[in-house]
């Protein structure tokens, strides 16, 4: 039951969606509408997550009925109130944002580090972790660190510590990401076909393209995200040079995102019927992970293992809003003009900060491009709205679903303040990595030359691509 605070909570938010009248404990269809009078046909308090949900746990019991998760979802992502929702029907794209709503812990990631621990304390499996770029940033709050503290070795440290048998980067397959992206965008605006290209790197983004906009599915890059390369690669061409068969690997992604445990259950994300990546931790429960064992994070210490632990400064800032545009378009100057580009596209600022939609107009030898950044699928919505009207100019489009992109994950330690000084930290990291460019990454040649064969290849679509579902018959 809700009690007086919550309740006048309550009251003021239907308020906002010019409710009218409210009984009992709940939202009456005529109270559940939204400013612009959409219905969230539902009479539910609260989110409707159900055990099956990869992604979200719900702890009914810790739920004081407040409607803070169903207005998150319905006016940030647009998802509550499409549908009819009720206890046994609920449409989610596993972004969770609902989870950054619920002040109660009602709402978390799905935890699967008991999981984790378990594959670790297996002697007879080899447990690999691939870390994602904004864990760097998030980890050290738990830890007594300040917030927007990068560390790497510290980190690798304390992976190692916890018994994974190797510890990778998945910054090295953003870089793969976009060595196969820019030449998708080169090749689509030479030829002139599915223009603009979106990014495909948010599997909460896909999966809403997949639900709403089944027809612009063909406007996707067709590149897996950077967790799917790094676990295709992985059980492949990481197997095959350290001569581990792959399927005694235990592949672990740990990142600051909710939606990659949906992603890794994609079957269309298989290559050869193997699963690249076998479980997804979260920001959150690594540092879970390491208290249950003792391990204080400062005291450790150690590097990436080598083949797929180096990666350039584009792959670094993946984790930021603007970061991905900012990377692809880095590489594919280099492939049209044969050169970098200036530090003006380097940095690319029109395309960063925390503004839901930015644009700009970049130069790359005789094209002109317009390339647009957003987060948050109520701003994503306005530039698809404009492909249906047939009046978007953009070129290349980057969406990510959480505020600020992967910084401001759901598996990252709460709290939106913190999000500027993460995306702070990657920037700094990528002016002083030892090179800002993916195609001069020395790993990324070597796996090219010795394992891919060239990008946008045969072996390049086998491996690092993937296809698209119509998922609208969820609604
Ligand atoms: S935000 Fe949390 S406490 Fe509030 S209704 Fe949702 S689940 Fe319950
Ligand atoms: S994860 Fe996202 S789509 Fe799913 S219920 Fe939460 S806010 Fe809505
Ligand atoms: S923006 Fe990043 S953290 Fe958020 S849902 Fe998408 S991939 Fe996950």
């Known amino acids: 039951m809700m009690n007086k605070i919550s309740r006048r909570k309550f009251i003021g938010k239907c308020v906002v969606y010019n409710a009218s009248v409210i009984l009992g404990t709940g939202w009456l269809l ?9 219905n969230y046909s539902s009479d539910l308090e609260y989110l409707p997550i159900q055990n ?3 992604a979200i746990a719900f702890r009914r019991e810790q ?11 319905a006016e940030k992502q647009k998802v509550f109130g499409t549908y009819h929702a009720s206890e046994s029907n609920h449409v989610c794209i596993h972004c969770g944002t609902c989870i950054m709503a619920c002040e109660e812990g009602a709402l978390t990631e799905k935890y699967n580090w008991r999981e984790v621990l378990n594959a670790i304390d297996n002697p007879s499996t080899i447990v690999i972790a691939s870390i994602s770029p904004s864990v760097r940033v998030g980890i050290g709050d738990y830890f007594g660190m300040d917030a927007g503290s990068f560390i790497v070795e510290n980190m690798v440290g304390a992976c190692r510590a916890v018994g994974f048998d190797y510890v990778l980067d998945t910054n090295f397959s953003a870089d793969l990401t976009i060595m196969e ?8 605006i030479q030829e002139n076909v599915n223009i603009p290209q979106f990014t495909s790197c948010c599997p909460a983004w896909v999966k809403y393209v997949e639900i709403y906009y089944p027809s612009l599915l063909p406007y996707l890059s067709t590149a897996k995200s950077p967790v799917s390369m790094q676990g295709s690669m992985v059980k492949t061409y990481f197997a095959q040079k350290t001569g581990i068969d792959p399927l005694n690997i235990i592949h672990v992604a740990i990142t600051p995102c909710a939606a990659k445990k949906y992603e890794i259950t994609r079957e269309d994300l298989e290559t050869e019927d193997i699963k690249g990546t076998d479980m997804v931790i979260t920001t959150n429960e690594l540092a879970k992970l390491l208290k249950m064992r003792n391990i204080d994070l400062s005291a450790q210490t150690a590097n990436f293992d080598s083949l797929m632990g180096n990666a350039s400064g584009a792959g670094i800032i993946f984790g930021n809003t603007g ?14 003009t044969g050169m970098n580009p200036s530090e003006n596209m380097l ?18 030898g005789t094209l002109v491009l317009n390339v647009a950044v957003c987060y948050e699928m109520r701003n994503a919505q306005k530039l698809l709205e404009q492909m249906i009207s047939g009046t978007c100019k953009y070129h290349f489009i980057e969406v990510m679903a959480c505020k600020g992109g992967c910084v401001g994950g759901a598996g990252q330690p709460a709290g939106s303040s913190k999000i500027q000084k993460r995306i702070s930290a990657l920037n700094t990291a990528d002016i002083l990595a030892s090179t800002r460019y993916c195609h001069e990454n020395p790993e990324i040649k070597a796996i090219y030359n010795d394992f891919i064969g060239p990008v946008g290849g045969p072996n390049a679509k086998k491996y690092l691509h993937t296809t698209y579902n119509d998922k609208s018959n969820l609604l």
């Open 347 to 364: 940095e690319l600022q029109q395309v960063q900060g925390l503004t839901g939609i930015k644009e700009a107009q970049v130069t790359i």
């Open 323 to 336: 970061g991905v545009m900012r990377a692809a378009l880095r590489t594919a100057y280099f492939n049209i």
């Open 181 to 188: 992206e820019a030449a998708e965008l080169q090749k689509r």
């Open 30 to 38: 005529s109270c559940a509408k939204d400013s612009n009078g959409a």
């Open 63 to 73: 739920c004081e009925e407040c409607g803070d998760c169903i207005e998150a979802c």
């Open 52 to 54: 099956g949900n990869p």
